[in-house]
């Protein structure tokens, strides 16, 4: 019952970010999916597998990257229409929250500590991106 509200609720989120985005209608029910299919294998990971939270976040922003390239093509879009919609869930603003929460009752031990972590989650989506752009690159240009 957990994963189904968790992806309940990713779906529903990803979908609201989409039309906070402007995203076309008729994509908003990929996005919505594209970023339920990234929360799904981040928490399968993290909560099943028991691996650490800067590697699942990587593999999910690297398969909700590949998934967006996947998309764009079939339905003739930009990447970034699935791209900025699908990460949303992946980002760390209940962890940045609870940082500035820290700073400001003074307590600076365990806001750095969230801090860091929230940085490097968030430097673990920006490197899923990039590496998954890298190899659709390396591929493109393969064909050619």
């Known amino acids: 019952m957990f994963m189904i509200e968790q992806?309940?609720?990713?779906?529903?989120?990803?979908?609201?970010?989409?039309i906070i985005f402007n995203v076309p209608k008729n994509a908003l029910l990929k996005c919505g999916f594209v970023g339920m299919f990234g929360w799904m294998v981040y928490m399968v990971l993290v909560n099943i597998l028991e691996i650490d939270m800067m590697l699942a976040t990587s593999v999910a922003s690297i398969l909700i990257a590949i998934m967006s390239q996947t998309f764009a093509k079939i339905y003739k879009?930009?990447?970034?229409?699935?791209?900025?919609?699908?990460?949303?869930p992946l980002v760390?603003?209940?962890?940045?929250?609870?940082?500035?929460?820290?700073?400001?009752?003074?307590?600076?031990?365990?806001a750095v500590q969230l801090a860091a972590k929230a940085f490097m989650i968030s430097?673990?989506?920006?490197?899923g991106l990039v590496f998954s752009e890298v190899i659709n690159q390396m591929i493109r240009r393969s064909r050619i």
Not at 79 to 88: A, E, K, P, Q, R
Not at 123 to 127: F, H, P, Q, R, W
């Open 7 to 18: 992806l309940v609720t990713s779906f529903i989120a990803t979908a609201a970010f989409g």
């Open 77 to 88: 879009m930009p990447i970034i229409v699935f791209n900025v919609s699908g990460i949303i």
């Open 92 to 110: 760390p603003g209940g962890l940045a929250y609870d940082a500035m929460r820290h700073f400001v009752v003074n307590d600076y031990s365990t």
């Open 123 to 127: 430097g673990s989506i920006a490197i």
